[in-house]
């Protein structure tokens, strides 16, 4: 168990939608990214937030947003979702920003989308 | 587009033989990663390795690290069954705090 949880486990919904997934990090843990695994495209870095800012963005679609709450936890939202949105989203949490730290990852969110 | 690209992308040996996936990258890193992954599940950090090392073991993990090829390799010694998973390098960015995943090795091992 890495300590970071992430709801729901499986999601499905159809074209359209909107939905949030959720992310608590680990303990002390300051750091949340957001990735999205699919069998073509493989692991893709989102987004990072470190302390409620936003610290770095890589392949994330203008139909995704994201934010870091006080206490630390994120959500990733989804919207006008698409058939090629289905996934898996993985949240992982540091320590710090640096990208020596290691990640640690949660179980993720198996997003289907009919 | 992803940072790191392994080789091979599937692995299949017997149990009590050695491992040796490869990840290639193309651009200028201060560390590597390897990261493990069983099946539909998160990852799992292996070891990490700074640009300014050459070899690193943890355990039955012995890892390499070329800059001047910008190539890394994870090596498992006597491989058990449970070593069965997905094996990703994974880059951080220079001066940035991305870190950047590879394409994945899936190893099986077989009893």
Redo the contacts between chains.
Sequence with gaps: D?G?TQTPKHLITATGQRVTLRCSPRSGDL?V?W?QQSLDQ??Q?LI?Y?NGEE??K?NILERFSAQQFPDLHSELNLSSLELGDSA?Y?C?SSVG????L???????T?LTVL | S?QGEEDPQALSIQEGENATMNCSYKTSI??L?W?RQNS??????LI?I?SNEREKHSGRLRVTLDTSKKSSSLLITASRAADTASY?CA???YN?????????TRLQVFP
Excluded: C, M
């Design positions: 890495s970071v750091s990214y990735y493989g692991l870095f990072q470190y610290r770095a890589g898996l993985f992982a920003t640096s990208g020596s290691e990640q640690f990852f949660g179980p993720g198996r | 992803q201060n560390n990663q990261y539909g599940r998160g990852l799992v950090h990490l700074r990703f880059t951080d960015v940035t705090d991305k870190l950047i995943f590879g394409t994945g």
